[in-house]
């Protein structure tokens, strides 16, 4: 069935590193890809999608590719700030059931000043 | 605009008792969903409402769980009886047609 792999957590890093969180997906035909993040005390926000392969989603400075070659849509981002401190989760929903989303178990970024 | 809302935040209940989750969605949003992170693990689809009907409940895990939307406007869940591997955060989202689901802040179970 329909999987989302992410890298464990926490991930803690100094302000203004740059920052990679890892996301493999498993999935029949072709999904559409997301990365949410729910900062502390909030529900989950969508931070950026892509809906076919070799798109990328970028926000906020964030960015991410969807690669069917190696099943992946990995976020990045150049230079973190302490505000980027949250959770953040990739997803997909199914070509054949857009409504029905599989998420990953979540990704606790830590940003130090 | 007001965004998905749900109630109450926390809720911490004895095995065994009844706990009914509120959820109220962005007003116009026909489809609702209700979806539960157990122990950070991943957060697992439970079920998908258009309106007042049931689209999609394989994700509801056995027959202790009941979801109702009465009137296509709030949704509650009601777990009974609670087991001690309920104990999680449950969230819903709401949106309309196939754009974005936009999600509450969850509410947080916890059974003793």
């Known amino acids: 069935g329909d999987s989302v792999t992410q890298m464990e957590g926490p991930v803690t890093l100094s302000e203004e590193a740059f920052l990679t969180i890892n996301c493999t997906y498993t999935?029949?035909?072709?999904?559409?890809l997301f990365w949410y993040v729910q900062y502390p005390g909030e529900g989950l926000q969508l931070l950026l999608k892509?809906?076919?392969?070799?798109d990328k989603g970028s926000n906020k400075g964030f960015e991410a590719t969807y690669r069917k070659e190696t099943t992946s849509f990995h976020l990045e981002k150049g230079s973190v700030q302490v505000s980027d401190s949250a959770v953040y989760f990739c997803?997909?929903?199914?070509?054949?059931?857009?409504?029905?989303?599989?998420f990953g178990s979540g990704t606790k970024l830590n940003v130090k000043p | 605009e007001a965004g998905v809302t749900q109630f109450p935040s926390h809720s911490v209940i004895e095995k065994g008792q009844t706990v009914t989750l509120r959820c109220d969605p962005i007003?116009?949003?026909?489809?609702l969903y209700w979806y539960r992170r157990v122990m950070g693990k991943e957060i697992k689809f439970l079920l998908h409402?258009?309106?007042?009907?049931?689209?999609?409940e394989s994700g509801m895990p056995n027959n202790r769980f009941l979801a109702e939307r009465t009137g296509g406007t709030y949704s509650t869940l009601k777990v009974q009886p609670a087991e001690l591997e309920d104990s999680g955060v449950y969230f819903c989202?709401?949106?309309?047609?196939?754009?974005?689901?936009?999600f509450g802040p969850g509410t947080r179970l916890t059974v003793l």
């Open positions: 997803a997909l929903s199914a070509s054949n059931n857009f409504n029905k989303f599989y």
């Open positions: 999935a029949t035909g072709y999904p559409s």
């Open positions: 892509a809906t076919k392969a070799d």
């Open positions: 007003s116009g949003h026909d489809n």
């Open positions: 409402f258009v309106k007042e009907s049931k689209q999609d």
């Open positions: 989202a709401s949106n309309q047609l196939h754009n974005e689901q936009f």
